[in-house]
């Protein structure tokens, strides 16, 4: 499972690189970086609009794949178990060790039998 995991991470990793570049490529209103690279000639390889429509599709596609494996690994990590948790769930739902160090001057899980039942957090009446 660790190794779909990782397989996973790469594969979102390259798509939101390639996405950035195909971002940072394309055409834009003004003359930018697109048009260095010939987005704006009609003898490029695809054409007149040709070159915008494939990067703008290209770029749709590594978003869905990038959007596809967000997915994959949001359901895979809480899907599994987590061996060092104990099984998975918070924190707050994992047993009290025995023994555990308590905070000084942290109030006690049970009252005491010396301690009046009720009578923490009261002010005293004033004569």
Known sequence: MQFMTTLILVVQL???????G??????GKGADMGASFGGGSSGSLFGAT???????RTTAVCATIFFA???????LSNATPHAASGGGGSVLDQPVAPGAAQIPGA???APSASEPSG?????????
């Open 22 to 27: 195909l971002v940072l490529v394309q055409h």
């Open 107 to 109: 109030p006690s899980v």
């Open 69 to 75: 494996c967000t997915l994959a690994l949001a359901y």
């Open 14 to 20: 390259l798509a939101a690189l390639t996405m950035i």
């Open 119 to 127: 009578g923490a957090g009261q002010i005293p009446a004033s004569n």
């Open 50 to 56: 040709g070159s915008a429509n494939f990067l703008s």
